[in-house]
C-alpha cells in the first residue's frame, strides 16, 4: 500500500461520517455501495466487483459494515477500512450475502445502492427488501461534486499532465500515420506523462472527426485532414484528465475557419460564464445559443460538459434541464463541438473548476486549430 494511492485516513473517516449524515437526511435506513468509484470515494478502495457480493453497508445510525468474501479480504488491505471504525462481515460460499448486508437493519429497510452495483446483486437485494432500492448518487452526489483540496490537487495534476501529451502531439500525429499507430503512441505518452493509464483515446481524422465517439481505426491521415484528438486517463489517486483539442497539417479553408472561429467563441464564452450561482444548463445555453446564432445549431449535437473526479463522467451534468445551481469545488468539462457528418469535425474540451467568484481552467494548452 503505497500512501500516493490513497488520501489520508482522515479524509475517508470524513466521508464516511457524512454519507451516514446525508443517509439519515434523506430518509434512508442506509446506503450500501458495492465496488466501483463510490467505494474508492468513501474508503479509498480499488476492489472489483465479482459475482460474490462485496459491499460497504453505511447506516444512518451505528456502525458501517463491509460485507466481504472471507477469500477476497486481502483486497481491505489496499483500501483505508482497516483505519476507519468499519465493522468487517465476512462471509464463505454457500452462506447468503444478501441477507448478510441487510441484517441488523429494520424488516423493510428504505436503501439506497451503489449506481455500480451489478443487477445480480440488485436483484436479491431488493427481491429481500420487497421495494426498488434508490440510487446512491441521490445521496452521494453532494459530497462526491464538491471536490476538497486533496481532489482538486489531483485534478490540477492530471490536467497538467495531458496538456504535456497535447504539447508533443507533433512527435506522432502525421499524415501518412494511421489513426490507430498514432493512438498507440499517444497511449505510451499518457502513461510517460504522469497517467496511471490511458482510459480513452480518440483520433478522429477527416469524415471520423464527425463522429464525436469514434476511437481509432485503420484509417491513413490525409494531409487536408482536420483531427479531433480527445484524450485522458486517471493520475494517483484515482483522478481522471480529459482534453480536446483539433489539429491540421495546414491553415484550413475559410469554410473551415469560420466554423472553428465559432466554436471557440462558443467554448469561450460558456468558460466565462461559469461562476457560482450560475445554472448547469445556463452553460450549455452559453455555448449553444451562440453556435446556433452563427448558423452552426444543428451541428452540436451533444451537450456542453460533464462532472468528473473518480469516473470521467460524472455530475454535474452540463446539460440543457439540469438546473442544478453551481457551487465552489465542482470540477466539470465545457467541450462543444461542431460535427459535418461525412466531411469534419472539431471540439474544444477544457476542464474548469468552480472558484468563489468564476472558475479556474485546469487545462491551458491554446485553444486555436493547432497548425502542425
Ligand atoms: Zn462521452
Ligand atoms: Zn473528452
Ligand atoms: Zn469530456
Same mark, same amino acid.
Given at each position: 500500500?503505497?500512501? !500516493?494511492?490513497?488520501?489520508?485516513?482522515? +479524509?475517508?473517516?470524513?466521508?464516511?461520517?457524512?454519507?451516514?449524515? %446525508?443517509?439519515?437526511? @434523506?430518509?434512508?435506513?442506509?446506503? #450500501?455501495?458495492?465496488?466501483?468509484?463510490?467505494?474508492?470515494?468513501?474508503?479509498?478502495?480499488? @476492489?472489483?466487483?465479482?459475482?460474490?457480493?462485496? @459491499?460497504?453497508?453505511?447506516? !444512518?445510525?451505528?456502525?458501517?459494515?463491509?460485507?466481504?468474501?472471507?477469500?477476497?479480504?486481502?483486497?481491505?488491505?489496499?483500501?483505508?477500512?482497516?483505519?476507519?471504525?468499519?465493522?468487517?462481515? $465476512?462471509?464463505?460460499?454457500?452462506? $447468503?450475502?444478501?441477507?448478510?448486508?441487510?441484517?441488523?437493519?429494520?424488516?423493510?429497510?428504505? #436503501?439506497?445502492?451503489?449506481?455500480?452495483?451489478?443487477?445480480?446483486?440488485?436483484? /436479491?437485494?431488493?427481491?429481500?427488501?420487497?421495494?426498488?432500492?434508490? %440510487?446512491?448518487? =441521490?445521496?452521494?452526489?453532494? %459530497?462526491?461534486?464538491?471536490?476538497?483540496?486533496?481532489?482538486?490537487?489531483?485534478?490540477?495534476?492530471?490536467?497538467?499532465? #495531458?496538456?504535456?501529451?497535447?504539447?508533443?502531439?507533433?512527435?506522432?500525429?502525421?499524415?501518412?500515420?494511421?489513426?490507430?499507430?498514432?493512438?498507440?503512441? #499517444?497511449?505510451?505518452?499518457?502513461?510517460?506523462?504522469?497517467?496511471?493509464? !490511458? &482510459?480513452?483515446?480518440?483520433?478522429?481524422?477527416?469524415?471520423?472527426?464527425?463522429?464525436?465517439?469514434?476511437?481509432?481505426?485503420?484509417?491513413?491521415?490525409?494531409?487536408? =485532414?482536420?483531427? +479531433?484528438?480527445?484524450?485522458?486517463?486517471?493520475? &494517483? /489517486?484515482?483522478?481522471?484528465? $480529459?482534453?480536446?483539442?483539433?489539429?491540421?497539417?495546414?491553415? *484550413?479553408?475559410? &469554410?473551415? !475557419?469560420?466554423?472553428?472561429?465559432? %466554436?471557440?467563441?462558443?467554448?469561450?464564452?460558456?468558460?466565462?460564464?461559469?461562476? *457560482?450561482?450560475?445554472? @448547469?444548463?445556463?452553460?450549455?445555453?452559453?455555448?449553444? =445559443?451562440?453556435?446556433?446564432?452563427?448558423?452552426?445549431?444543428?451541428?452540436?449535437?451533444?451537450?456542453?460538459?460533464?462532472?468528473?473526479?473518480?469516473? +470521467?463522467?460524472?455530475?454535474?451534468?452540463?446539460?440543457?434541464?439540469?438546473?442544478?445551481?453551481?457551487? /465552489?469545488?465542482?470540477?466539470?468539462?465545457?467541450? *462543444?463541438?461542431?460535427?459535418?457528418?461525412?466531411?469534419?469535425?472539431?471540439?474544444? &474540451?477544457?476542464?474548469?473548476?468552480?472558484?468563489?467568484?468564476?472558475?479556474? *481552467?485546469?487545462?491551458?494548452? /491554446?485553444?486555436?486549430?493547432?497548425?502542425?
Amino acid at each position: 500500500m503505497t500512501s !500516493a494511492s490513497r488520501f489520508d485516513s482522515d +479524509v475517508y473517516r470524513a466521508r464516511v461520517s457524512r454519507a451516514a449524515q %446525508l443517509t439519515r437526511a @434523506a430518509g434512508l435506513d442506509a446506503l #450500501i455501495v458495492s465496488p466501483g468509484p463510490d467505494l474508492r470515494y468513501l474508503v479509498g478502495s480499488r @476492489a472489483e466487483t465479482f459475482e460474490r457480493l462485496t @459491499a460497504l453497508v453505511i447506516p !444512518a445510525a451505528g456502525v458501517p459494515k463491509l460485507v466481504v468474501a472471507r477469500l477476497e479480504t486481502a483486497s481491505l488491505r489496499e483500501s483505508a477500512v482497516a483505519d476507519l471504525d468499519i465493522d468487517v462481515a $465476512d462471509w464463505v460460499d454457500g452462506q $447468503d450475502a444478501h441477507a448478510l448486508a441487510l441484517a441488523g437493519l429494520p424488516a423493510h429497510p428504505h #436503501i439506497a445502492v451503489s449506481d455500480a452495483m451489478p443487477a445480480l446483486h440488485v436483484v /436479491p437485494i431488493a427481491e429481500r427488501v420487497g421495494a426498488t432500492p434508490r %440510487l446512491a448518487t =441521490d445521496v452521494l452526489r453532494e %459530497l462526491r461534486m464538491i471536490k476538497d483540496g486533496a481532489e482538486i490537487d489531483a485534478l490540477r495534476r492530471a490536467g497538467a499532465a #495531458i496538456d504535456r501529451v497535447h504539447a508533443r502531439m507533433g512527435e506522432w500525429l502525421r499524415p501518412g500515420r494511421t489513426e490507430k499507430d498514432i493512438a498507440a503512441d #499517444i497511449a505510451a505518452a499518457i502513461v510517460a506523462e504522469g497517467h496511471t493509464g !490511458a &482510459e480513452f483515446v480518440i483520433v478522429g481524422s477527416g469524415p471520423n472527426g464527425a463522429d464525436p465517439h469514434h476511437e481509432f481505426s485503420d484509417r491513413v491521415v490525409a494531409p487536408s =485532414d482536420i483531427v +479531433v484528438i480527445d484524450i485522458g486517463g486517471p493520475v &494517483e /489517486p484515482g483522478y481522471n484528465s $480529459d482534453s480536446t483539442r483539433t489539429y491540421c497539417f495546414a491553415p *484550413p479553408p475559410p &469554410e473551415i !475557419a469560420g466554423a472553428y472561429a465559432a %466554436l471557440q467563441e462558443a467554448q469561450a464564452r460558456a468558460v466565462g460564464a461559469v461562476r *457560482p450561482g450560475m445554472r @448547469a444548463e445556463s452553460i450549455d445555453a452559453e455555448a449553444r =445559443d451562440l453556435l446556433r446564432d452563427k448558423g452552426f445549431g444543428d451541428n452540436f449535437i451533444h451537450r456542453t460538459g460533464h462532472g468528473i473526479g473518480l469516473s +470521467v463522467h460524472e455530475e454535474p451534468y452540463i446539460v440543457g434541464g439540469n438546473d442544478l445551481t453551481l457551487r /465552489p469545488g465542482m470540477a466539470f468539462s465545457i467541450e *462543444p463541438g461542431v460535427y459535418f457528418p461525412g466531411q469534419w469535425g472539431a471540439r474544444i &474540451e477544457d476542464i474548469v473548476l468552480v472558484t468563489d467568484d468564476g472558475c479556474e *481552467p485546469l487545462n491551458s494548452r /491554446p485553444h486555436d486549430l493547432v497548425v502542425l
